[in-house]
């Protein structure tokens, strides 16, 4: 079961703005914490913001004051406010959760399988 689903992604012009969402599912409990990661070909998974279960966030540099990351407690669904969209931007962007499940009381990290970013110059 795919317990994190990420859409939203698609090609945009520098200077464009993208909106990811991240759907969690799967007879939640509690979630922890989640994050938004990015990987570009060739290059490492980084971080690119987390935010925590008291709303607390955390950007890379490289992001900030461009991209806001927000969530619905209600909806178990965390987002991604992408702007003024770069093409060093351009990656895989996965959705990343600590959450514990009814099935299993006990927290465990979860990812989605990925949504394609594309910034062209």
């Known amino acids: 079961q795919r317990h994190l689903v990420e859409s939203g992604g698609g090609l945009v012009q520098t200077g464009g703005a993208l909106r990811l969402s991240c759907q969690a599912s799967?007879?939640?409990?509690?979630?922890?914490?989640m994050a938004w990661y990015r990987q570009a070909p060739g290059k490492q998974r980084e971080l690119v913001a987390r935010?925590?279960?008291?709303?607390?966030?955390y950007y890379v540099d490289s992001v900030k004051g461009r991209f806001t990351i927000s969530k619905d407690n209600d909806k178990h669904t965390l987002y991604l406010q992408m702007n003024s969209l770069k093409p060093e931007d351009t990656a895989v962007y996965y959705c990343n959760a600590v959450m514990m499940l009814r099935t299993n009381l006990d927290f465990s990290e979860y990812w989605g399988q990925g949504t394609q970013v594309t910034v062209s110059s």
């Open positions: 799967g007879n939640i409990y509690s979630i922890n914490r």
């Open positions: 935010i925590g279960s008291g709303d607390n966030t």
